[in-house]
């Protein structure tokens, strides 16, 4: 069983960044996929960004590719979604979540058993 915490969201205008953080605890994340996927108000969730641990190779939805950037800190058991160039339809849930074993489908949420609480991005125009 692994625990996911978000942090890091909060009110930015827009053009504005911020920083999420997902901190791990509960398993070792090798050979898995860290997911970031979000969920605006009367919307499904969609899936923003992704990371397979052990490679390290980032994924993106189309709609945020080269604003926001995936990274991860393996001594901290952390992963991190810098967002650039934020934009009002930006505003969501955003949650983390984890796989348990690597998958090509990175971007499905049923790929997913384990996610966090949810952090609010909310981006004004």
């Known amino acids: 069983q692994v625990q996911l915490v978000e942090s890091g969201g909060g009110l930015v205008q827009a053009g504005g960044s911020l920083r999420l953080s997902c901190a791990a605890s509960?398993?070792?994340?090798?050979?898995?996929?860290v997911g970031w996927f979000r969920q605006a108000l009367g919307k499904e969730r969609e899936f923003v960004s992704a990371?397979?641990?052990?490679?390290?190779?980032?994924y993106y939805a189309d709609s945020v590719k080269g604003r926001f950037t995936i990274s991860k800190d393996n001594a901290k058991n952390t992963v991190y979604l810098r967002m650039n160039s934020l934009k009002p339809e930006d505003t969501a849930i955003y949650y983390c979540?984890?796989?348990?074993?690597?998958?090509?489908?990175?971007?499905?949420?049923?790929?997913?058993?384990?996610w966090g609480q949810g952090t609010q991005v909310t981006v004004s125009s």
């Open positions: 509960g398993r070792t994340l090798s050979n898995s996929n």
């Open positions: 979540a984890n796989s348990r074993r690597y998958s090509s489908d990175y971007d499905h949420p049923q790929s997913y058993p384990y």
């Open positions: 990371i397979s641990w052990s490679a390290g190779t980032p």
